[in-house]
């Protein structure tokens, strides 16, 4: 009889029982339906999952051959997957896929991935309205490889067994907001020498730990952080998590989340700001991996490598970038713009395009053109806003070419005091490219 190995992550109750129980009857019943199981295995074994909120779960899939990962979707019943390996989802069921912006598998090694499972709270609402209605409490995400090679699509299928709460959920970050304290401007403008309003971070987890890292600055002139460099230490791989870019440090802290959900993180001492050199400067964020037994990956069992990867404060997105200008208060041109130029946005998030205010100035007009000349979109600004954040549309009306955008600057009459000089910008809709605005 041929061997069968079971591809299984079981998301656990509260009772080690119910898990044990759980996986015991998954595996027996692929054992007698005779499916082929998928030969991909995956670490860990064990996350709860709430059932009104998100949860993110850090998993590592071993033992691939030549397969990349394809698709992943969530549904309520499973169906044999013949001709390909294992089980896949049953279409009449199906929660939702995972969005792009969320879809964060990075290759680990030659023959592994990991993989951040970011679950929607609107996946979860549908799954506990489906248990409300006497279906099954639990439910499955279903990652789908493909072979590179012409062989058959493997799945891998995630039990995930919904909890009231967060209890014994994965310590994870689910949403950060970064700003100044009271002021409610994504971009700050500031005078040489100015103390800085103080900062902080609003952040929404799951599960319980340690919040643990660092505040630092991007000086103006140095090279501006990719969007890997934003991510949270424990969501990149293993052998990933020492190549990010790092910066000044200006403060680090150390905290214990309890269960609550919701958490103000002060920022750095605002005496410790920078602001003597004129100048874009960024505040980052910057969150280490902390020790999570509810977030950990045993990679030798799964032949990914040796010893267990612990992954609390996962999260599924880049960190907000925090950004402030130092400069004088009246420019004869408008020259401290931001974007600046060649800024590459992702397929998601807000576009906020920010200047310095022009003595005498009574309204401002901000112009963005295609690659052409032609407009794509003009807007009349009052005096004493500094910015400006574009409609949803300016991606789809930019295609993929390059725009242009620029600010004059008009006194009461009309006439023209100062002009910024053009700047570009263009979209991608590649996850490398994807950036998290700033709030």
Known sequence: MAKIEVSVVHCYGSARRSWWLGSFVLALILLLTGQAAAQIRVNPTGVNVSTQTPTVAFLT????NNQKPA?????????????DLGQKCNPATIFGVIPARYDRTTQSGTNAYTDIMTLPASVSRRAYQAAARGEASSFFFVRRFVSTVGGPDEFVVVICRMTGGMAGSPFSLTDVEIGFFGV???????????KLPQ???????????RLRGRWEVVMPGEEPPAARDLLTEATLPIEQRDTQR?????????VFLPGRGQYTLPGPDPDKLPVRVAGEYMVLLRIEASKDEAARSDLAVIGAGPGVVYSGAVAGFPMPILRYFVGAGAVATITQLTPPADRIFGAAGAIDFAWMDVERAQVYHLEITDSTGKSVLSALLSPGMGTYRAPSWLRERSGAGVLRWRV?????????????????LRFSGSGADAERPSP
């Open 408 to 424: 004059i600057a008009l006194d009461e009459t009309g006439n023209q005091l100062a002009e910024s000089p053009w700047r570009s």
């Open 246 to 254: 790092h910066y000044t440090q200006l403060e680090r802290f150390n």
């Open 199 to 209: 900062i902080e971070a609003k952040i929404t987890y799951t599960g319980t730990g």
């Open 71 to 83: 698709e992943a979707t969530w549904c309520g019943e499973l169906i044999p997957a013949t001709p």
């Open 61 to 64: 899939f071993g033992s691939l």
């Open 184 to 194: 409610d401007k994504p971009i700050l403008f500031s005078r040489p020498g100015e």
